[in-house]
């Protein structure tokens, strides 16, 4: 394993720069234990981060899988003051802001499949989970958690997940210092959450839609009411909302389900 500095350092201060940062060796959940710290009162920006996770949580009740020493999982506390109905855009941004850190620290171009997934190479690396805890005083209290695939190797992914996800490490065949992904994920995460909160989501959707995984493939979507919808993606609205066109034409709007590139 490389020697990565930086993430001792956080380790040991607890902090980067002037945010707080708790490091678990390990936790059922770093979006759980943020939840508390939120609850509690503790500051926007504030950051749980975890060596492993015993139940790790993906969106849709999915696991995710949290081999130690190897990857990033961790959640952000963000007191945001978005109207409700624009609080699932932070998703999108969040997923902007990740994509901008880690070309910034590895060249590789990333693409995001709607809403939440951060592939390379057609293989999910990242995800991320954003849950509100509801209003306190005058914002709201929202945890976006992110688990990335750092320097994970292929043996740590069972049959299932093999041939669908993937790390920095496999795709690059290069060791990446999590501690440095990790402050420069975070300062991204603040620009792009704070354009967000500016009232600047245009500038988000242009540069989201130049990393669309999805734009003009074929898609299924498994609506929540279970129907099965195929058809080709059109791209996201400029709420933020996929498009979906099927067989026969219609063209649905999809706020939540599950997608798949098909
Ligand atoms: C997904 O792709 O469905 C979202 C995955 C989010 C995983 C991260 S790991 C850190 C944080 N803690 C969790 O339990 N989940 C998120």
Redesign the pocket.
């Known amino acids: 394993m490389i020697n990565d500095k930086i993430w001792q350092d956080i380790k040991e201060t607890g902090s980067i720069g002037k945010r707080s940062v708790t490091v678990l060796d390990n936790t059922?959940?770093?979006?759980?234990y943020a939840a508390a710290l939120a609850k509690d009162g503790a500051s926007s920006g504030t950051v749980v981060v975890?060596e492993t996770?015993s139940?790790?949580?993906?969106?849709?009740g999915?696991v995710?899988l949290?081999p130690p020493g190897t990857g990033l999982?961790?959640?952000l506390i963000w007191h945001s003051q978005l109207q409700p109905e624009d609080l699932a855009k932070l998703t999108l941004a969040a997923g902007l802001g990740l994509c901008l850190a880690l070309e910034s620290c590895t060249n590789l171009q990333f693409k995001i499949k709607w809403p939440?997934?951060l592939f390379l190479d057609n293989k999910?690396i990242?995800?991320?989970?954003t849950e509100n805890l509801g209003q306190k005083q005058k914002h709201t209290l929202v945890i976006i958690?992110?688990?990335l695939n750092v320097n994970t190797p292929a043996t740590a992914f069972p049959d299932d997940l093999a041939q669908k996800a993937s790390s920095l490490y496999i795709f690059s065949k290069k060791k990446f210092c999590r501690g440095r992904l990790l402050t420069e994920i975070l300062q991204k995460l603040d620009d792009t959450l704070t354009d967000l909160e500016q009232g600047q989501f245009n500038k988000i959707l242009t540069e989201w839609r130049r990393r669309d995984a999805t734009i003009n493939k074929k898609m299924t979507w498994l609506t929540p009411s279970r129907k099965v919808v195929t058809g080709i993606s059109l791209g996201i609205n400029d709420e933020g909302l996929l498009h979906i066109r099927d067989n026969a034409g219609k063209i649905h709007e999809v706020m939540s389900g599950d997608l798949s590139l098909t």
Not at 28 to 32: A, D, G, I, L, Y
Not at 126 to 129: K, P, R, V
């Open positions: 059922e959940s770093t979006n759980h975890a996770q139940k790790g949580r993906g969106r849709l999915r995710w949290s999982y961790f959640s939440n997934d999910k990242g995800g991320i989970l958690g992110i688990g």
